[in-house]
């Protein structure tokens, strides 16, 4: 089975009998297969129903349009479905950021350049650092510097935001040391993922790293996380851990911590990418 | 939803385009609301399709016959599948069977006491050392001892049939020692579940720790498999690990070995229980 | 290698050339043979060191109170030393606490008995809850109920200095869910270990599982840890996680969390007791 | 302390009382100040001692060949030990062998530049494929593509020789799936670390995913281990694991596999160049 005609269907709603008896009825009438599908209802009783549904339909390209549409009319209209169709053959548009730390940045260029990312391109790079010009365009990207100070806060987003609006479906935060306001994220208008070094909710803001030493910690961690208003505080996609003792010192965590950074930030924009991450009430559910 | 309406339909065929739909629709329409669904298929194109489905039936007690006959006449006989259905309110019956080490079948125990083992009984435990029998009848439960030589062999394969066949659903080796005939495997006519002491295929045998220790690995393991008639070789349900270092001796992995093992045929056993196992060539798959 | 004539020596000083010299040539002049050496320095120029040698010495018995004078007078006066000696053969005194949860309380009482505690003896059980009597006896330990109310806090703490001050070298709240004053902690005068049923420093603090379910992590943890007069702030000992889903409800996450904290409480327990914990600066290290 | 003055004694020699004593009174009177130092003994009646101390002397560039001589004539002659002097300022030459898989040569490369790699100095790159020339040439390394058959394989081991003999202080199999000769390593002279992308001893040989998918086992791993002519058997230095499912399928536990395979090697590569191995009897103490 190709990528050509692949399509995965995005629902929720109202958990009520009869959702997956419509939905694959509709798909196979439509002379679809199913190839694969997951469900979760965060209660079978007045909760919130979400179903991801991957499948293979002969000739996607002409008749994905008349699909979406007969399955709005036949189906999510009735059971008041929130819902999105997305095709395997699109193309997810990336923007990195990353500020002075590399591994992040240069793990998932790399990963990209292996086709691990699912379908996605990346279509730029920005950061506050012009350290990594060269490694980036060896990737044929366009690299962008733009320098922040807390005087030009607003210039820099503007300029962020001219390269990055109507370009780009997500952005990632590859260790990118600046917090973007909230204004700069309502503009922005696609999903933006976050890695912060700690297991949150764990040390939340800076140096987590001097924090979790301090704490005497026996584990560290990395989280990756949709990015929202409240700092930090956003719905985790991925977490991981890894053990640390007490001859560790900050710059030993650092190095720990990065190897746990880059997977867990490498596989929460997976996800994401293959569609599979919903968002319910501040956390995620991950098909 | 209390247990007492719930039940779980498992099914496996060929795959083919509209099961999920014939399946989904069939309990729509006989009123079943379906509580969680998980679906794989080896391979889309000729491979074989599993499916676990939990649904709520109102009075499924008297509803249940009826429902079993219809599905097998309108969908089963159809697609060619095999299936069955479990209901929620049958309790499955255990015996745990054990040597020296206490360790499984206590915490087995402990767990069934603590209600975490789903609608289980442990019906009887059997071992060829009379040490357990104090702590098992503490949990009101009858224990069997059944010596064991190479003389009598068949003779204690016999006496444990006599106690077994008819009277149980599942057998656990909870650390059992002995080697089970291919003959009381096939008498016994129930699934057998084993703990072996290392990370299969690794160590198949005896003295897993022993050689462990003696390869220099630097992680150990346990795994939970059915029990075929080839030695450790049964379809794996469930494996976990630790780090170990150089300074453990045998006995330091047995101890750290200890905790591995317990988690381990915990896992596979509820996840047995609940009906969340299927075999595939060898292999499970776990809903 | 019996432990009859086996010992354990601790130190911590300031870091200075010779230390190890010294200890190492006491000890061999005193005809000891060093059976296993770790150490420590949190800086080698102007931090603390720390040392854990064990040592075997034939006639112990006898030669003990001569040595720690000796060692006092030659070597650990002139470097200015905290030290201790911990005789292998000397039996440490254990008191657990728990609250309604039986899993860790039992899971060291079975430890205890398998001999995994290294030289401990439970000396006795207390519990604001009647409904552990039987299975504590069970291991000819006494078992003392004393009911805590928000009134007589005061009278239940009395109640509990009374039967442990003198009579034990170590508390273990094996989930004992009740805060004990910091007067509580001054009479009682030994050290106390406490599992938190999180990965702290995060979910401080009751509830911890709801709260991390409310947060949408993809991982929980346990933390065992010195009690100190701050909610779960004291040095942390040991501390483990486990991987969870937005399947996982509270319920779940109880039964998940268990598994954890039964074993990172004995790992816990078991350091301290085999003299491998030393405490700097609310931070452990262990050897 | 800067790296200048620091270096490492490295010492294995028949257990027995006096040795730490000997050891660190040596080193406080001729003015070293000890750093770190851990030891370990296969058995502390007739076993073998091993002991890892660094430690800093001023001017140690000029003192070293004397200090090296001295031990050799007070202390070495006398316990009858093997040991070496590892000075930290002096940099070891690593050869990367590669074949078409790139995640752990880039690896390597990328933790080289940023400075992770304990002072070492990635000399030369060597392939049998030319695909890997322009990225590590993006390095600064010399890039060696030596095609291999099965008629010239003699002739491909010479020119390596040609490159390594001499040359380099480790060879490090970064995913180089050709079997080297028994001649070879025994000319080549050094050290040789590969990564076995199994959990060994499991599925040693060719194509482990293909048979740990075969197999159905729920848990996949890595090895790195000192290359000795039995394949796949030498001692093993770090190993690490991943969770997998049935879903997974062979390109998925390569993906999954390739982030376990890179951090197993680099942290096997790093104990190597900071000394902390030590092999024994087939296998490896890791201070």
Redesign the interface.
């Known amino acids: 089975?190709g990528r050509r005609d692949l399509a995965r269907l995005l629902v929720s709603c109202s958990d009520q009998?009869?959702?997956?008896?419509a939905v694959?009825?509709f798909?196979?009438?439509a002379?679809?297969?199913?190839?694969?599908?997951?469900?979760?209802?965060s209660d079978?009783?007045g909760g919130t129903f979400f179903l991801r549904t991957e499948f293979?339909l002969t000739d996607l390209d002409h008749r994905g349009p008349a699909l979406e549409r007969d399955f709005g009319e036949q189906v999510a209209s009735r059971l008041a479905m929130e819902w999105r169709m997305s095709y395997a053959s699109g193309r997810k548009r990336l923007a990195l950021l990353a500020s002075r730390p590399?591994?992040c940045l240069?793990d998932l260029l790399?990963r990209w350049r292996?086709h691990?990312l699912d379908n996605a391109e990346v279509v730029s790079v920005i950061s506050n650092h012009p350290i990594h010009e060269a490694d980036v365009r060896?990737f044929g990207t366009p690299y962008y510097h733009i320098p922040t100070s807390l005087d030009d806060k607003a210039t820099a987003e503007a300029r962020m935001l001219d390269i990055l609006v109507g370009n780009v479906d997500l952005v990632v935060l590859a260790r990118y040391m600046q917090i973007l306001s909230s204004d700069f994220l309502e503009r922005l208008a696609v999903p933006v993922i976050n890695i912060h070094h700690s297991?949150?909710?764990?040390?939340v803001g800076a140096n987590p790293y001097e924090r979790a030493r301090e704490?005497?910690?026996?584990?560290i961690?990395a989280t990756a996380h949709y990015v929202t208003e409240e700092l930090d505080a956003g719905?985790?996609?991925?977490?991981?851990?890894s053990?640390v003792?007490?001859?560790d010192g900050v710059a030993d965590l650092e190095?720990i911590g990065r190897?746990i950074e880059r997977?867990v930030l490498a596989r929460a924009v997976t996800h994401h990418l293959e569609d599979r991450v919903l968002v319910?009430e501040?956390?995620?559910?991950?098909f």
Chains 1, 2, 3, 4 share one sequence.
């Open positions: 089975v009998p009869g959702i997956v008896a694959s009825s798909l196979f009438e002379g679809a297969n199913i190839i694969s599908s997951a469900q979760y209802s079978p009783e293979h590399d591994h240069l790399w292996r691990e060896a297991f949150l909710p764990a040390f704490r005497g910690v026996k584990i961690g719905p985790i996609i991925e977490q991981d851990v053990r003792s007490h001859r190095r190897d997977v319910h501040n956390r995620t559910v991950i």
